[in-house]
């Protein structure tokens, strides 16, 4: 006799009433498909600070047309999870994630009951160093030598874009001073007798860090007089 064209039925076969009958059972077998996965970036290069601007973006094909893989995507080094829609999906990077440097990812589709786990091609992105803006400013003008300690100089360091605060120090020419930043700013006051009388020009020089370029004031005067 012909087979049912089931994918899970039972047959039986003999030749004749006399003949035993043996019976059995044929069951479809199902297995996963495998899948591609690819990565790109929108930018190769991004600034410290403004890493938002990078687009992640993955794709997932499958072994065979028809069926759309489905569920989600991690990329490594990138704290993002993406849920796929028609195989596809992207993220962006959050504001100052990385350090600057170079930062490899890979996109891992993570399978399904369907699809096979896949993993794209490594994808390297460059951070590159912010610039900053160096500010200086003097509470006085004029001092009266000896008592140059009413003189206070503070310094404030402003990043490329908005977000984290430089961290590091700041050095002031011509004043024996060097600041510890806190939140990009600081200050130092002058030392007695520190300066003969005359005008006096000080700098303030912010030394940079891995993430920020160095950077530095406009020049600044304070008259010492008698």
Avoid: W
């Avoid at 403004?50 to 569920?71: F, I, K, N, R």
């Avoid at 700041?170 to 024996?176: F, L, P």
């Amino acid at each position: 006799p012909s087979a049912p064209s089931s994918s899970n039925a039972s047959y039986t076969y003999g030749t004749s009433s006399s003949t035993p009958v043996q019976a059995f059972s044929v069951a479809s077998v199902k297995t996963t498909a495998t899948t591609t996965t690819s990565l790109e970036l929108s930018a190769r290069r991004v600034t410290y600070g403004d890493e938002q601007v990078e687009q992640l973006s993955v794709s997932v094909s499958p072994q065979y047309p028809g069926a759309t893989p489905t569920g989600t995507v991690t990329i490594s080094g990138a704290n993002c999870q993406i849920t796929l829609s028609t195989g596809k999906g992207s993220c962006t990077l959050p504001a100052t994630y990385f350090n600057a440097g170079n930062r490899q990812m890979v996109a891992t589709y993570n399978g399904s009951s369907s699809f096979k786990r896949s993993a794209s091609a490594k994808r390297t992105v460059t951070i590159d160093t912010a610039t900053t803006t160096t500010s200086l400013e003097l509470s006085v003008a004029q001092v009266t030598y000896g008592h140059e300690q009413v003189e206070q100089l503070s310094v404030s360091v402003s990043p490329e874009y908005s977000g984290t605060r430089p961290t590091g120090t700041v050095t002031i020419s011509g004043a024996n001073c060097r600041i510890g930043l806190s939140s990009g700013h600081g200050s130092c006051r002058l030392s007695p007798t520190q300066f003969g009388t005359g005008n006096r020009q000080m700098v303030a020089t912010y030394n940079g860090n891995h993430n920020f370029r160095r950077s530095a004031s406009a020049k600044q005067t304070i008259a010492v007089v008698r």
